[in-house]
């Protein structure tokens, strides 16, 4: 019987976690959540185990839940005690990967959070595509600082960490590919040799087959 129970949907938020689990080689059983944005009977059924009805969202083996992808990163460092995604708490670059961490979350995911699904936030609907592009513009926006602040090969220089899986998977949603190539070449090239691991291709390829 697998050690945790991830609830998710092929090339969603989850696929962060997914990648971590198998990066750091933990048993696990997925358990597909669906089109939250359109499946009631999918909302409802996760609801019972997360409340926001969102994902990733994480049962431990003992039960207790966990969500929210930066919680769950931080964790499963801890739970591990392996500093390859985490940098440890001596390591020169924990400050950036935290800031950074904490910055991609807080404020480039929400980004994609608001325009998903905007009437959640916008009740005319005459404003949806207006507010859509307004908030694509400005997590692109966001993306160009997190462009310039990255050292290469990886984010934070020579070393991987969870960062550089925010990334790849993030290249794959409205911060698209063609637009990395061409407005974010670092980022592009760190997602590239993320994609290109072996312990984690597979992963990639399933939750993103089409880029």
Known sequence: ??????YGTRGWGSALIEAQLDFYGLDYRFETAGDLFKDAAARAKLESVN???QVPTLVLP????MTESAAITLWRAAHTGRDELVPGPRAPELAAFLRWLVYIVTNIYPTFTYADDPSRFV????A???F???V???SKRLWMIVEGEAK???FLGNRFSAIDLYVTVKRNWRANPDWCVAKAPKLNAIALEARAMDSLRARWKRNFPDT
């Open 1 to 6: 019987m697998a050690d945790f129970s991830l």
């Open 51 to 53: 409340p926001l009805a």
């Open 62 to 65: 003992d039960g207790e839940v």
């Open 123 to 126: 009740d005319i609907e005459a």
């Open 128 to 130: 949806r595509a207006p």
């Open 132 to 134: 859509r592009k307004a």
């Open 136 to 138: 694509d513009a400005y």
């Open 152 to 154: 290469g090969p990886w």
